[in-house]
Structures are given as C-alpha cells and as structure tokens.
C-alpha cells in the first residue's frame, strides 16, 4: 500500500484553520483519498489532558522550557501512537498545528529561540516531517480580534499584540527559509478565496 502524506496547518489564532482544515478533509476525501484530521496539543487521550493543561487560562504559570516540553511530550504520543501509523496504512493526515507552532509560540513568542525545538525535533522519527505546510498568515491585529470574537481567550490567546507579533515573524521566517515545503495563504481575504488557495496548494500532491 502506498503510504499516505502529512500535510500541516500552521498559522496565528483567528486565522480559520480550523474550518480550512474540516473543507481540506472533505476536498482530499472527494479525491479518493482516507483523510484523518487531527490536531496538536492533542490527537490522543493524552494528548487532550496536557491540551487542556497548556490553554487553561488558569493553569499554574510555568516556565517556557516546561511549555515547550509539555508540547513534544503530547506530540511524542501523537507521532507514535497516531500519525506514523495512519500514514503507513496509506491514509493522508491533516494535523492542525504541528512542530512548526513550536518554533513559533515557544521559540519566537516565548523567546526560547530555535535551538530546544530542534533538539527535541531531532527526537521524532524521520518519517514524522510533514510533505506540506500551509502557513495560514494574516495581520496580527486581525486575527486576535477575530478569535475573541468567538468567545472565551485561551492561554496563548490572552498574550499580547507583541508576543503574537513574534509569532508572527518566526512563522514567516521559516517559511521563507523552506519554499518548497511551506505555502503561505493569505488568511485576511475572504474564505472562498483562502480555500482556493489551499486547494492550489494541495494540488501538487495527488
Ligand atoms: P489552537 O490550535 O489555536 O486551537 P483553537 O483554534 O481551538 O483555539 O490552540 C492551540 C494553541 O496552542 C495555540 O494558541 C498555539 C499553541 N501551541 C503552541 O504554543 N505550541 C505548539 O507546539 C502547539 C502545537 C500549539
């Protein structure tokens, strides 16, 4: 059986990933494609406990080195129990966030620079790196008002303009650093256009 790809979302809060990525499932699904949708911190029982630990806006404060290891501790469950499995049965995983908001929220944001992430990244299987990534990009100004739009601000939602400016950046850098892996979307036009965009990018991969 051949094996199935990874594609990622990427991108800042409000950005729409979440219903891009319900819209990507069902376009990859018309194609003939088995598509699992999944999402990081999460994907796993686990996964799910440390989500909530992570984005509780109440949650004890903790420092960024323990963030960032909270993350690859859910992903490390993730890859192994989850994605590297789905992908050998030939089935196409679409994963909302990955290793790549690491880079930007506990690198870039949190200031932990890039390399802890890549220490722990070098602990994941060769076979976990995504085929794409699709970096959902937009001003920060307008994403943070779109997802307080929508009700209660988690954890990293209730960070300020700066910090997810540097989140921003960091995204941006990586993607112009890999051109052949990463696809930056304008996230600020209206859905139907972002969701050409996205399928303009898959396209490559069928
Ligand atoms: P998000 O994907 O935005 O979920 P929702 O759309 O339901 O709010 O929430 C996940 C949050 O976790 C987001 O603020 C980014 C953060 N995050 C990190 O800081 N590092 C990581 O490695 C991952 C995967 C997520």
């Known amino acids: 059986m051949n094996e199935g790809r990874f594609i990622t979302l990427e991108g800042l809060e409000g950005a729409g990933k979440t219903s891009r990525a319900g819209e990507l499932k069902a376009f990859l699904e018309r194609r003939g494609k088995r598509v699992l949708l999944t999402r990081e911190p999460g994907g796993t029982a686990l996964g799910e406990r440390l989500r909530e630990l992570l984005l509780s806006p109440t949650a004890e404060p903790m420092a960024p080195l323990t963030e960032l290891l909270l993350m690859f501790a859910a992903r490390s469950e993730h890859v192994i129990q989850v994605i590297l499995p789905a992908l050998a049965g030939g089935q196409w995983v679409l994963c909302d966030r990955y290793v790549d908001a690491s ?22 299987p060769a076979r976990a790196r995504p085929d794409l990534t699709l970096l959902l990009d937009l001003p920060v100004e307008m994403g943070l008002a779109r997802a307080k739009g929508r009700g209660p601000v988690d954890r990293f939602e209730q960070e300020t303009l700066a910090f997810h400016q540097r989140v921003r950046d960091a995204y941006l850098t990586r993607a112009r650093r890999w051109p052949q892996r990463y696809r930056i979307i304008d996230a600020s036009a209206d859905p139907e256009t972002v969701r050409g965009a996205i399928e303009a990018a898959v396209e490559p991969l069928l």
């Not at 880079?103 to 994941?124: D, I, K, N």
């Open 103 to 124: 880079y930007a929220y506990q690198g870039g944001g949190r200031g932990l620079g890039e390399a802890p992430v890549a220490a722990l990244e070098a602990l994941l």
